[in-house]
């Protein structure tokens, strides 16, 4: 089908946009288009105005910052791919942006949109869950910073103000020699996961994990760190037998029924997958 | 900042100017209208298809700044000032096929030709930037593609020989 009729504003700083989001009632921030320009096509999403961020360069960035790494929110998923940053420091998230739709949808899909998208099963949202991101979102009353923790209000749903837009992300990489593995599950390459699975692992000097991060995509309405499966594993050597305890934790997480995937699939897929990821981690954490 | 009754005047149809194929074109778009349908509808370049409408099957595709975009994910109104390559601009102004045009002509990797100005897009996006791609590579870019008709397999050939055209073996 064909977008419903609305009105169109393309703001060139981040302060004419804010200004606007304030202003505009019915407004809606289209950032990389590649999941709101679908839903206007359906006709799922009829805003009265779109507010264009395209054309703000300040928002398009990937940059060293203290210990983070931040990006700005209209950094392409594609810059994210070829970015050396990404690659050296946070290896976790390069190995997940592969997954993220085609090369044609990351050529012009954006960090931000993703996040404020926040599609339970989509990568970026679960890769900031697991990595424990700081999400920084801008009105005109000024900037906050939200812990990507508290940012899923509900189901596709961010923590922000109709008049907030989301401006940066920021994410501590793991220390050198840490383990990490991203897996997915999907019928096709490219499609939506059915379940995802985002592992990151630290040793301690004494040969004990001191840091595990276990998250899952696509089995509730926002991805979801594995608290218990990550406890059962720290301060242990990591032996198949620890793995065989998360593994069992995972298999009994919290799933969503849906029309096509019942829950006990999601659930023995989650098993699998982080089974499969903490082995690969480990791997790369120079055990086993 | 204050925007009086916003609605019915930033609705309206606005001037756009573009390069597509290399040629400057100046056009009307409301901010509805996508980039396919204004290339389709506004400039009449009828080579770019419509699909789906919703980014999947990847028929719309062109090149925006030599970036292969899904041309119905992209309203007209963004393209204002980029320079597009469409399915017409492929071949060299005297009518010569591309390589990939050639490639596709001469192994079959088309039928009925739906997804193929899209698949031609993107396969040149590929090997603008790598003329010695594996399989591997060619079968990733065309992930973003569908057909229902090939089974892709003569598709990857022919891209991959279309490679090999350009290396001028």
Redesign the interface.
């Known amino acids: 089908?064909?977008?419903?009729?609305?009105?169109?504003?393309?703001p060139t700083t981040v302060e004419?946009a804010l200004?606007?989001l304030h202003?505009?009632e019915g407004a809606r921030v289209?950032a990389g288009?590649?999941s709101l320009?679908?839903m206007?096509?359906?006709r799922y999403a009829f805003p009265?105005?779109?507010i264009?961020i395209?054309r703000i360069p300040a928002l398009s960035y990937i940059r060293e910052s203290g210990n983070l790494v931040e990006f700005g929110s209209m950094t392409r998923q594609?810059d994210v791919e070829f970015s050396n940053i990404v690659a050296t420091r946070l290896p976790l998230l390069r190995e997940a942006i592969l997954h993220v739709?085609?090369?044609?949808?990351r050529?012009?899909g954006t960090v931000g949109g993703s996040l404020c998208q926040l599609d339970p099963s989509a990568e970026i949202p679960t890769i900031a869950t697991a990595m424990d991101a700081k999400v920084s979102v801008a009105s005109v009353r000024g900037t906050r910073a939200i812990d990507m923790a508290d940012f899923p209000a509900g189901y596709m749903n961010p923590a922000m103000e109709p008049d907030e837009m989301l401006v940066s992300i920021g994410i501590e990489p793991w220390p050198q020699g840490h383990g990490h593995a991203f897996l997915e599950f999907s019928r096709?390459?490219?499609d939506f996961a059915i379940v995802s699975t985002a592992v990151l692992l630290l040793f301690g000097e004494d040969g004990l994990l001191s840091r595990v991060s276990i998250t899952l995509g696509g089995i509730a309405a926002a991805p979801v760190r594995v608290t218990l499966a990550e406890n059962v594993l720290l301060q242990t050597r990591g032996t198949q037998r620890d793995v065989e305890r998360a593994v069992a934790i995972c298999l009994a997480v919290d799933s969503t029924s849906d029309t096509y995937i019942p829950a006990w699939y999601r659930q023995r897929l989650a098993g699998a997958l982080t089974g499969r990821a903490l082995n690969i981690a480990l791997k790369r954490a120079g055990k086993q | 900042m204050s925007i009086s009754n916003p609605i019915p005047d930033l609705s309206a149809a606005r001037p756009i100017t573009l390069v597509v194929n290399g040629k400057t074109c100046n056009g009307h778009a409301e901010p509805r209208v996508n980039l396919v349908d204004f290339l389709r509808g506004e400039l009449h370049l009828t080579g770019t298809h419509v699909g789906c409408e919703h980014g999947v099957c990847g028929a719309c595709t062109v090149l925006v700044d030599g970036v292969s975009t899904r041309g119905c994910l992209m309203l007209a109104v963004q393209a204002d000032g980029t320079n597009i390559c469409t399915i017409e601009g492929l071949s060299d102004p005297d009518g010569a096929f591309h390589p990939l045009q050639k490639a596709f002509h001469e192994l079959h990797a088309l039928q009925c030709g739906f997804c193929t100005p899209g698949i031609l897009m993107s396969a040149a996006e590929l090997l603008a930037s790598n003329n010695d791609p594996g399989e591997d590579a060619v079968r990733e870019v065309l992930s973003g593609h569908l057909c229902r008709c090939t089974g892709y397999t003569n598709i990857v050939t022919a891209i991959l020989r279309a490679a090999a055209i350009m290396r001028g073996e």
């Open positions: 089908m064909k977008a419903p009729a609305f009105a169109y504003l393309a004419q200004g606007y202003e505009v289209l288009g590649q320009m679908s206007l096509n359906m009265d105005c779109l264009d395209n594609r739709g085609h090369r044609q949808t050529n012009r096709r390459h490219g």
